[in-house]
């Protein structure tokens, strides 16, 4: 990997770092502002909404320019919204504004690694790409409490009088907004490349026919298919995991929130893991290989029932995290290539983020649907442990006969 390469990681790194820490920063906020407490997941469906409603125009948007400016000007839509957050405006929409910011810097991160890497690399790339972002996981949600801690802006206020009237929320903002003014200025410093597949018309009917085709391509070019197919239900199902642990870590473990959050981190620890192995280990012929990961890591989420030790737990956890980073990794490269190949990587990444983001509304409808019902937390983690092993066991089954070398 060249330095190129390395400038647009530390960019999406530090884009995601600010993304996340600005999450526990609005919670904070809103619990200032006494808001409901049903506003704080809302927060999540707000931003996830961009994605899919912007699906149709965000793919075009970064094919029709250098992705490295695509990056730029998406960076600073989430800064906008970040300070819209400080000067008052209500943090739901705030955060909505960085969701749209983020829903246009998703095709552009990935889509720039086809246009400026060989096909052989595009493995290894995802793999670093991958571990940058859930270290910008687990960093957001460590600096995030840093930042909310009282004693940290009274020991800066003392330096900085100017913050003395800031409340811990509003000085963790004006944190991040550093976080994206440096995030912004890597996206300057990336390699311009050449934009690929720009759109002949900008119109939004045009746009929004031009989506659909590409959805469809998408679906039926067989290695498209399936690497969607795995992608989507990997994203669906892993959300509304975290929420299952956090639960199941409060009822069965007896922690605290805290200490259910620290315990999510070992996933987000496992998937950097198994991100690495599948760069080191795994080719992008040899993508489709990795599926039986999936159906393994459905079994091991049934087995956290009969746990009850923190320890056990926490490597269980891991394992669960180790497995699907191995096996969504060069399935994202896949995806990648072959929406290079049929209809530029914006595009491909603009539905597979419709797609994903789809599936995690669908799914945590269904985990709210099942605790609406009184199901026990036992039972809704095989649910979905059983849902996960069987779907990948399905695409296992429909797509062993395709040869990714066959396809380019």
Request: glycine content about 8%.
């Amino acid at each position: 990997m060249n330095f190129g390469f390395y400038i647009i990681l530390i960019a999406q790194f530090l884009s995601a770092l600010a993304d996340n820490a600005l999450l526990f920063a609005a919670i904070a906020l809103l619990v200032e502002l006494n808001a409901p407490s049903w506003h704080t997941p809302v927060l999540q469906e707000f931003f996830v909404f961009s994605y899919i409603v912007l699906a149709p125009f965000v793919g075009a948007f970064s094919d029709a320019l250098p992705k490295g400016r695509v990056m730029f000007i998406s960076n600073n839509i989430k800064l906008l919204g970040c300070i819209g957050m400080l000067l008052g405006l209500n943090p739901l929409f705030a955060y909505g504004i960085v969701g749209l910011g983020a829903a246009a810097y998703s095709p552009a991160k990935y889509g720039i690694l086809t246009e400026y890497l060989a096909a052989d690399q595009l493995v290894v790339a995802n793999a670093w790409m991958e571990g940058a972002t859930v270290l910008a996981i687990i960093l957001g949600a460590i600096i995030g409490g840093v930042m909310l801690n009282p004693t940290l802006l009274q020991t800066i206020s003392l330096e900085l009088p100017m913050l003395a009237g800031f409340d811990v929320a509003k000085f963790a903002i004006v944190l991040i907004i550093g976080l994206y003014i440096s995030a912004a200025a890597c996206n300057l410093l990336i390699p311009k490349t050449a934009p690929d597949h720009k759109p002949t018309k900008r119109d939004p009917i045009s746009l929004v026919r031009d989506f659909w085709q590409s959805f469809l391509q998408l679906w039926r070019d067989p290695l498209g298919e399936v690497s969607l197919a795995v992608t989507t239900l990997f994203w669906g199902a892993g959300a509304t995991l975290r929420l299952v642990i956090l639960t199941w870590a409060v009822l069965v473990l007896k922690f605290d929130i805290q200490q259910a959050t620290q315990l999510t981190a070992t996933v987000a620890i496992g998937i950097a893991i198994g991100a690495v192995i599948a760069g080191r280990y795994v080719s992008l012929n040899q993508a489709i290989k990795v599926i039986p990961a999936g159906i393994i890591m459905g079994l091991v989420v049934i087995s956290m029932i009969f746990v009850t030790s923190p320890i056990i737990a926490a490597i269980l956890l891991g394992v669960i995290g180790m497995l699907g980073g191995f096996f969504v990794v060069p399935m994202n490269a896949l995806l990648q290539h072959r929406g290079h190949l049929l209809m530029g990587a914006g595009h491909s990444i603009a539905v597979q983020n419709f797609n994903e983001n789809l599936s995690i509304l669908l799914m945590l409808g269904l985990y709210a649907i099942l605790d609406h019902a009184n199901w026990s937390i036992n039972a809704i983690t095989i649910v979905f442990g059983v849902f996960i092993s069987l779907s990948m066991l399905i695409i296992q089954i429909h797509y062993r006969h395709i040869d990714p070398e066959q396809h380019g």
